[in-house]
């Protein structure tokens, strides 16, 4: 169980679609960019979403020029996002070939390709932008009931060698009882330090299921970092230190190399990293994140939740 699905992509096909998009559009955030991007996503072929047993893949084959990118910024809102357009046109193909990309009025300014880098007063942080702390395994943006289906983690630079780790739900075992504890909504998910004008929301939390049912079977929401845990009753709490530690046992390591997207189900997948230290000096670990929603995958016990007023962002359509 500690392998890494791979999946072949081929490097000159996905550059000649983004080449082609960028020489008609300055920016991937112009609307034009992103009305012709479902024909590009259409020719880039046949992309297979995660799936029952392979819910979290690797695409590899794309290469990275080091000396092209720059130095890594300080902090996401100090991109230099002329440099780097390739490689946010290149990770809004791949989410379009899955789905719809979205993004969220309350994080990286709206946009739809984020940065994520190590930033100096957030070491300890549970964000992306965290380093010296481990990052607990989550399903990313779980408080909220317009979270991603699929996340797609493109890594631009990785010197360290840093791991993220993916956890599949349906690996863990449990006992049946478990499973119906953790299926009752009991604690609330708050939204996470990303979402810093979020806290605190004036709004009621919302007990939310840790474990759910989708047609192909079992799914998680699952933010130890966000949750209260301190007001779980005790069979709650024994139940869900259980599916902690079967998350743990089935974990993989997954040390992203310069061109690797990671594509995961974000309803069956949770994602953490090993702490690290970061170097501060513009060669520091580079990733860059987008979610993606898949139509018609409805969250059925989540309707009606306020989210804590975070909004998403939705300007791609599908004509
Ligand atoms: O840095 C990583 O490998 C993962 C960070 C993370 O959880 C995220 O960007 O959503
Ligand atoms: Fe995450």
Redesign the pocket.
Known sequence: MSTIPIRRIDHNRVMKQASALLAEHQTVSDPEFLRDLPAAADDLGELRPPEPGEDFYVLRGLRVPDDELGPTPPGWAQTDRQRTAAWDAVMLLLAAALGRPFGWHGQQAGRLVHD?VPGKGHETEQT?ASSTVD?AA?N?DAFHPGRANI?L?GCLRNPDHVT?RAARVRDTRLATDEIATLSRPALPILPDDAYAEAQPSPLEPTPMRTLWHREDGLCLRFDPAYTPLEQAEDAFMSAYERLAGELDRVSVGVP?EPGDVLVIDNDTVV???EPFRARYDGTDRW?K?VNVRVPGRERPGERGEHGYGQRTIEPYQVA
């Open positions: 994520i992306g990052l989550h990313e996340m983690l993220t992203l994602h953490g990293r990733l994140r």
